[in-house]
């Protein structure tokens, strides 16, 4: 199936219809992919691999019609119909492997239909070596190894007809006591044929090596059995061909013309297979919306910065409660201790460290894996080198290898920040874990533990009162900022503009009036960020005159040091889990997304090494 990925990794199907769009993306998706160990599947998910393939196989001679209905700025060079015959013959040989490897494992006595299904199997694949060599695999990048390959799976399936056959025919003669040349004919057959293959070996992958050993250690063996049993106790005449083998095709390609008119659901998939002219400029379009969303944000930074500046300054919301008689939470701290709650607490920021922590495990041992899977392949290059010396003709692993390491050398480095990160959170928060009990006590437990107040006064005074009122509104705008700021970047990750990239790219749109119509949308968003902190500045600087009337009145007043205190370490607990939490929900989406890379490099390593 990696043949597959290489003759449509630049994938124009999107450019032929919408509706094959989505069906060419199943095929990558769902068609092909669990096609990759199908030796390793139960025998239920080994007939449904077989199902896909056949599907796939029918999306690909679907496109072959459609071709005819194309112009000729829609063509490219992958989409002909020699390469899409290609691929189709692949799907129908991978549904063969499917439909061998279940009865081989359900019923590995049935060596008629083993030897039936394996003569399938090498004539699609014939068929598609045929069609590899005129397109030209041979120029591309690994080509010489991936004929290589093409032509073991052809010949490796011819040998196994012929093997199954020999059995077959050396079972039915212990039975009648006659035809034991026969199946030595056959043995002596597939023996040949493993023999020719030998010309390409050095082009062989490592595991295609292994596997072609095996099989010459085990048609020797059945070999010599056979024909020392018809030489002691037969005696039988080898006929100078062994018996033509019919082959039986597994399925036709299965129609999915029901599901062609579904939404389309691959974006994440369509923005690798785009042409690379397309891919461009979405990748210009979308620098010069990461300008306007940066810009943004540096403003809505400053101003977050300021606004920590004055609370910490006037040490506000505690420097109003801590004058106050009031023997009850105030409301407005009440309410930010319940968000901390919803947002799961103490216990909920522990879970959210612990799951940190797994995800990083995880992916400190997939890049351990990686990188020993690499140093694994290239010492078995070393050694084949050295066998074969100038026969070994592919390019040395290190070269190959070296931008694979560098990027996992990249995921190492990031990887050890974030630990150091994460280590820096979960060390904080066992400093101070004992202020976040308070935080899990209900408003009446923990208003009992407000000291008394010394103070006779009958309330805040207005100043005082007018502090809090423009604290509530500064968390109103903050809010409001946040989830503009949430919105924009959920924009930005979900805005799919592919296709009005390919209609610029096919001079169907002006480049600079579709740029300015997508971008519209974000300026508005950063218009709304701007207003947003503006109103900001202008409610700190009536804090400022707020709190200079506050202090005058509180120079005159008792403050209560126990009431300031308590009310300070409360503030603080507060503060202190809110940036916990946002600390590992950044952690948490860090290691994820470093996971995703770590994940694509990984296949990238199994297609290739």
């Not at 060390?427 to 103070?455: G, N, W």
């Amino acid at each position: 199936f990696f043949f597959f990925f290489f003759f449509f990794k630049q994938k124009t199907a999107y450019e032929i219809m919408p509706s094959l769009v989505g069906s060419e993306m199943c095929i990558r998706d769902r068609y092909s992919q669990m096609g990759a160990d199908v030796a390793k599947l139960p025998g239920n998910k080994v007939k449904e691999a077989a199902t896909l393939f056949l599907s796939a196989a029918w999306v690909f001679e679907r496109i072959k019609l459609d071709l005819v209905n194309l112009k000729f700025n829609e063509l490219t060079p992958d989409v002909t119909e020699e390469n899409l015959s290609l691929c189709s013959f692949l799907m129908k040989a991978q549904t063969q492997s499917c439909a061998y490897e279940r009865v081989y494992a359900s019923r590995p006595d049935r060596y008629d239909m083993l030897a039936k299904l394996s003569m399938q199997a090498a004539k699609d694949y014939e068929v598609a070596n045929g069609y590899s060599r005129n397109v030209g695999v041979k120029k591309a990048p690994n080509g010489k190894s991936l004929l290589a390959a093409m032509q073991f799976k052809e010949g490796a399936f011819r040998c196994l007809a012929f093997y199954w056959l020999a059995l077959d025919q050396k079972k039915k003669c212990e039975e009648s006591v006659t035809g034991m040349g026969k199946a030595v004919a056959s043995i002596r057959k597939a023996t040949e044929i493993l023999e020719s293959l030998k010309k390409n070996e050095w082009n062989f992958p490592p595991e295609i090596m292994a596997e072609y050993k095996q099989m010459i250690g085990q048609c020797a063996e059945t070999q010599i059995t056979i024909e020392r049993l018809n030489d002691k106790l037969y005696h039988d005449s080898v006929p100078s061909k062994p018996v033509e083998i019919d082959a039986m095709p597994y399925g036709k390609p299965i129609s999915i013309e029901g599901e062609l008119d579904r939404p389309f659901e691959g974006k994440e998939i369509l923005s690798l297979t785009v042409p690379p002219g397309v891919k461009a400029l979405d990748n210009e379009y979308k620098k010069e919306v990461g300008v306007i969303i940066q810009e943004a944000f540096d403003l809505i930074r400053q101003i977050e910065d300021y606004h920590m500046q004055i609370l910490k300054k006037y040490n506000l919301p505690s420097a109003i409660h801590a004058v106050s008689n009031e023997q009850q939470i105030p409301e407005d701290m009440w309410q930010r201790i319940n968000k901390c709650k919803e947002n799961g607490g103490a216990r909920g920021l522990n879970q959210m460290l612990e799951g940190v922590e797994q995800l990083s495990k995880c992916n400190e041992t997939n890049i351990l894996n990686i990188y020993n899977q690499l140093m694994d392949e290239e010492r078995e290059d070393k050694e084949l080198r050295q066998k074969y010396g100038a026969k070994w003709n592919r390019l040395p692993s290190t070269g190959l290898n070296a931008n694979m390491l560098k990027q996992l050398e990249y995921f190492k480095g990031k990887l050890d920040t974030g630990k150091q990160s994460d280590k820096a959170i979960q060390e904080f928060v066992q400093a101070i874990k004992a202020e976040f009990k308070l935080l899990e006590l209900d408003r009446d437990s923990l208003t009992s533990k407000i000291p008394k107040s010394s103070s006779s006064a009958g309330g805040m005074s207005p100043a005082a009162t007018m502090v809090i009122e423009l604290l509530a509104t500064l968390d109103l705008l903050k809010t409001d900022s946040d989830t503009t700021s949430h919105e924009m970047i959920k924009m930005f990750e979900s805005d799919n503009v592919m296709q009005d990239m390919t209609k610029i790219y096919q001079k169907l749109k002006d480049k600079t009036q579709t740029f300015e119509e997508l971008k519209r949308k974000y300026v508005t968003m950063k218009r709304s960020l701007e207003e947003n902190a503006a109103n900001r500045k202008e409610v700190f600087n009536q804090i400022d005159k707020a709190m200079y009337e506050f202090s005058q009145k509180k120079a005159a007043a008792i403050v209560d040091k126990g009431r300031a205190e308590f009310f300070k370490d409360l503030d603080n607990a507060i503060n202190f889990l809110n940036e916990c939490h946002i600390k590992a929900q950044q952690g948490a989406h860090f290691h994820t997304q470093l996971a995703g890379y770590v994940g694509s490099l990984a296949q990238t390593v199994n297609d290739y090494v």
